[in-house]
């Protein structure tokens, strides 16, 4: 799933299709006029998705285009952001401080979905971090206009078609209020980011008040969040995999989450815990994963791995879930080396970053964390000034270099802020 997102869903990832719109090429704007015409031709199809002329129009008349959905379409982070970069600004001590909060005060709810559909408590807050923050950044773009540009224009406009009627029909339902589905770009909505032909199916009324409310009822989202991880293959019990020590000059014979191997195997090849301790008992099947390439970081990763990953089809995300749960359980943060002489940085160093810039002169407004276009033109003018190679990037070595030559940062702008959005 993808909220916030700047991310879609293994169903959008997977989904390829794309259905044409006369006067709206792929990646290009969708007119007024055209946008109009694609509306009536949807319309014409609304019965044969279950939904009535008067609902499409009652909620569509006064839609316009939105074309900066379109442009977000091919700027998914979790594939075009560095792996070092996505884990920091998620997997980070703030999240970890408000996901242990958030398992002591849903402890009671959260041990009731767990007897229901099997899945841990820590897994499960670990999707609610990542997707929403702990539903303090659901998205605010109204689905509908989203969903209805993306019909109109663009790719994947078949499947994008699917959700629009998705979302008519929970409207027609009466399950959710219309100024409530607000969320992301591409159309997830609510405290764990469903789209909305997932929240057909999976969304569940586990507070028993007669609705699936996954945008005023955090009790719902979090057990519509493991039912559909239980649907997916998810084994109670059973972790998601962890992070793996290779013998010195290991050249594995298999690598990629599909290509599995029992632990066995894996021991007979000299693999350990990055701990050093030896693998887990037991033989089940086990992929090796290193998503930097050879140098980098290795992981282990079992069926629940695969559970998480149907979520949003990105490794990063995967990851980012299951480092974030396993920090939840209490288990200390993995040294992970990762091949850059540039690490990451936290949404407290990365405000840091821009309230230093700030005190520079640099008009980037609030330092909230979120590394948009302002603050990497501002970072970019700063490393040419200090020699440093110009790509915008909020890491370690730009920190460093202002701690050391520009004014302190304030203390209460660095340390405050909601972060960046998460997914």
């Not at 005023?216 to 989202?221: C, E, N, T, Y």
């Not at 970053?353 to 909230?368: K, T």
Request: proline share 6%.
């Amino acid at each position: 799933m993808l909220a916030r997102r700047l991310r879609l869903r293994a169903a959008l990832v997977l989904m390829g299709l794309s259905v044409p719109l006369a006067g709206a090429a792929e990646g290009a704007a969708v007119t007024p006029a055209a946008f109009a015409h694609c509306l009536d031709e949807l319309s014409a199809q609304g019965p044969a998705h279950q939904v009535s002329a008067s609902v499409f129009h009652a909620y569509t008349r006064d839609l316009s285009p939105d074309d900066s959905v379109l442009a977000a379409l091919d700027r998914q982070p979790e594939f075009s952001t560095p792996i070092w970069d996505y884990l920091s600004g998620l997997v980070d001590a703030e999240r970890v401080a408000d996901g242990r909060a958030a398992l002591r005060q849903w402890q009671a709810p959260l041990a009731a979905i767990e007897r229901r559909y099997g899945v841990d408590p820590a897994t499960v807050v670990a999707v609610w971090g990542v997707e929403s923050n702990f539903g303090r950044q659901r998205g605010s773009r109204p689905l509908l206009r989203s969903l209805a540009t993306l019909s109109c224009a663009g790719r994947r406009q078949a499947f994008f078609r699917g959700e629009l009627f998705a979302t008519l029909r929970i409207l027609q339902h009466g399950d959710i209020a219309p100024e409530q589905l607000t969320g992301s770009w591409a159309g997830a909505f609510g405290q764990t980011q469903f789209m909305p032909s997932t929240f057909e199916r999976i969304a569940v009324d586990f507070d028993g008040d007669g609705r699936r409310d996954l945008v005023g009822s955090a009790v719902d989202a979090l057990a519509s969040t493991a039912h559909y991880l239980a649907r997916s293959g998810w084994q109670r019990g059973e972790s998601w995999g962890l992070p793996a020590r290779l013998p010195a000059g290991y050249q594995p014979p298999v690598s990629g989450r599909r290509d599995t191997r029992s632990l066995g195997f894996w021991r007979r090849q000299g693999l350990r815990a990055l701990s050093g301790a030896g693998l887990p008992a037991g033989d089940q099947s086990a992929a090796l994963l290193q998503p930097a390439g050879p140098e980098g970081p290795a992981f282990l990763v079992f069926r629940n791995f695969n559970a998480i990953y149907s979520y949003n089809a990105s490794i990063s995300y995967t990851l980012a879930i299951a480092l974030l749960s396993d920090r939840l359980r209490g288990l200390p943060a993995p040294t992970l080396a990762w091949p850059t002489d540039d690490p990451g940085t936290s949404r407290a160093e990365r405000r840091e970053i821009q309230q230093r810039l700030l005190d520079l002169g640099y008009p980037l407004g609030a330092a909230d964390g979120m590394i948009g276009d302002k603050t990497r033109e501002a970072i970019q003018a700063e490393q040419r000034k200090r020699g440093l190679p110009a790509d915008g990037r909020a890491g370690q070595r730009i920190l460093q270099r202002l701690r050391m030559s520009s004014p302190a940062a304030s203390t209460t702008s660095v340390a405050g802020g909601a972060g960046a959005v998460s997914k």
